[in-house]
């Protein structure tokens, strides 16, 4: 099996290629994730579809129409749009206000995220499709990585109309337009808004070490960079409500996290998830 698999008789599973992957050292691991490509999830029934397709083609016809049937009186992604606030779904509303976007195309909508195809791989995997999954019932998404970029889709209204209607966003450019939204920000639950700023965190901050030698050792600062004035301010007051001081950067792009107190209360309340941090 393993000789099938390095000739290239058969593919690899995903599941077992992350699970290999974690074995070798973080050069290797790099190497071969940029010698190996995603094939969507249905490559292969779409292939033996088109052979049944051709050979039986009445038989085809009668059994879609017949499922097509039984689908329109099933309900879609009839998750609870009112669902209990909990730290699972203000991490993805943290994450989509970083990395996601959203359309609406007619009768056709998507919510999609969009980052870099090595350094966000795994938290896609990992921490969004997972919760998708959970929490929105979606199982199915699209994947596209070219180069640098990869991109997650799912194509829900349901999900679209959670995002508009319950947290206030709105589709097409949103860089300088969202906000945390009130029922997060204002939870008396702080771990609600510490999950949001880790999802925030994970896809727009970084982590990095000043060696000027005006200092005795690297000073480490946690940045995030959003070209969004209100939202920063935001950011500030949530972090603020934690015990964690931060504040904002020349650029006023930015705000930074710094001393040793903010930098461990920060990694003990929040942390990150993503390996790009």
């Known amino acids: 099996m393993v000789e ?34 995603l094939k969507q999830s249905n490559w292969g029934q779409s292939i033996g579809g088109r052979k049944t397709s051709a050979s039986h ?21 009839c998750f609870d749009l009112n669902q209990e606030l909990s730290c699972e779904l203000c991490e993805f509303i943290g994450a989509f206000m970083g990395d996601g976007h959203m359309g609406l195309y007619g009768h ?19 921490t969004i499709i997972p919760a998708v999954k959970k929490l929105f019932q979606i199982q199915t998404c699209s994947i596209w990585k070219k180069e640098n970029i990869m991109r997650v889709t799912f194509h829900s209204k349901r999900l679209v109309e959670l995002l508009i209607k319950r947290f206030g966003f709105s589709t097409g450019v949103k860089f300088d337009k969202i906000v945390i939204p009130d029922e997060i ?17 994970d896809t727009d901050g970084c982590v990095f070490f000043d060696k000027r030698k005006i200092y005795r050792n690297p000073y480490m600062r946690f940045n995030l960079t959003m070209y969004n004035p ?24 930015s705000i930074q996290i710094t001393n040793s107190k903010n930098i461990e209360g920060f990694s003990g309340l929040l942390g990150f998830q993503t390996q790009d941090i």
Request: net charge positive; aromatic share 14%.
């Open 57 to 77: 083609s009445e038989f085809i016809v009668a059994a879609r129409k017949s499922a097509r049937e039984k689908l329109s009186r099933l309900p879609r992604n």
């Open 108 to 126: 056709h909508a998507v919510v999609g995220f969009t980052g870099h195809a090595k350094l966000d791989n795994e938290y896609y995997y990992r």
């Open 185 to 201: 920000l204002y939870s008396s639950n702080e771990q609600h808004v510490a999950a949001v700023l880790r999802g925030m965190f």
């Open 4 to 37: 099938y698999y390095c000739n290239g008789k058969l593919l690899l599973p995903e599941w077992l290629f992350l699970h290999l992957a974690e074995q070798f050292s973080s050069e290797k691991r790099a190497f071969f994730e940029l010698k190996v490509f």
């Open 230 to 253: 209100p939202i920063l301010d935001q950011v500030v007051q949530a972090l603020a409500k934690l015990g964690i001081h931060s504040s904002r950067a020349n650029s006023k792009k």
